[in-house]
T-cell receptor, first 115, second 112 residues
């Protein structure tokens, strides 16, 4: 089983709908992240959380919100989806010791299409 | 925000060829990392570099931390089919409390 699990893996939705992407991890890491991948743009950070009570905006947080329900769970919400939020979304984790090396552990991704 | 530009955007090579790609930044980083994304998977760390001028190898992969701290290079020798994927560089400014900035990616395709 994957250490970082994302659900759903694929989702097609319509403009204006509320969408939640969920991430759970069994690595015991404190830090969790949501990234968005677009062709030619690489990975861009949406939100990150260093522990359960800590939420931080990344470089492209507009239109998104997150919730850190527990150390192992970090969800990303699109309150009213729009077509330019069509992308591949990745959840990632790290812990402080490993973070000093820059190593993030990624899930398999959630492909979201907004029509 | 900061941007990391990777070059080339894509490469089409034959099995057995060597590969070179680079990553440049408009600002300094104190750590450079290289990740690989296999098709349908999330990125996985290949090599981490912590010191300007450092040259580090991982099997057939060799990466260098540029002297100016604004660039990094990745070389793959004698490419094999499983090298196919997208390679991302990433920069980290400070230890411990800084998120990574990822590059735009280089897609590697191996022609049979």
């Amino acid at each position: 089983d994957a250490d970082v699990t994302q659900t759903p893996r694929n989702r097609i939705t319509k403009t204006g709908k509320r969408i939640m992407l969920e991430c759970s991890q069994t690595k015991g890491h404190d830090r969790m992240y949501w990234y968005r991948q677009d062709p030619g743009l690489g990975l861009r950070l949406i939100y990150y959380s260093f522990d359960v009570k800590d939420i931080n905006k990344g470089e492209i947080s507009d239109g998104y919100s997150v919730s850190r329900q527990a150390q192992a769970k970090f969800s990303l919400s699109l309150e009213s989806a729009i077509p330019n939020q069509t992308a591949l979304y990745f959840c990632a984790t790290s812990d402080y010791g490993q973070y000093r090396t820059g190593e993030l552990f990624f899930g398999e991704g959630s492909r979201l299409t907004v029509l | 925000g900061q941007q990391l530009n990777q070059s080339p955007q894509s490469m089409f090579i034959q099995e057995g060829e060597d590969v070179s790609m680079n990553c440049t930044s408009s600002s300094i980083f104190n750590t450079w990392l290289w990740y690989k994304q296999d098709p349908g998977e999330g990125p996985v760390l290949l090599i981490a570099l912590y010191k300007a001028g450092e040259l580090t190898s991982n099997g057939r992969l060799t990466a260098q931390f540029g002297i100016t701290r604004k660039d990094s290079f990745l070389n793959i020798s004698a490419s094999i089919p499983s090298d196919v994927g997208i390679y991302f560089c990433a920069g980290q400014l400070d230890f411990g409390n800084e998120k990574l900035t990822f590059g735009t990616g280089t897609r590697l395709t191996i022609i049979p």
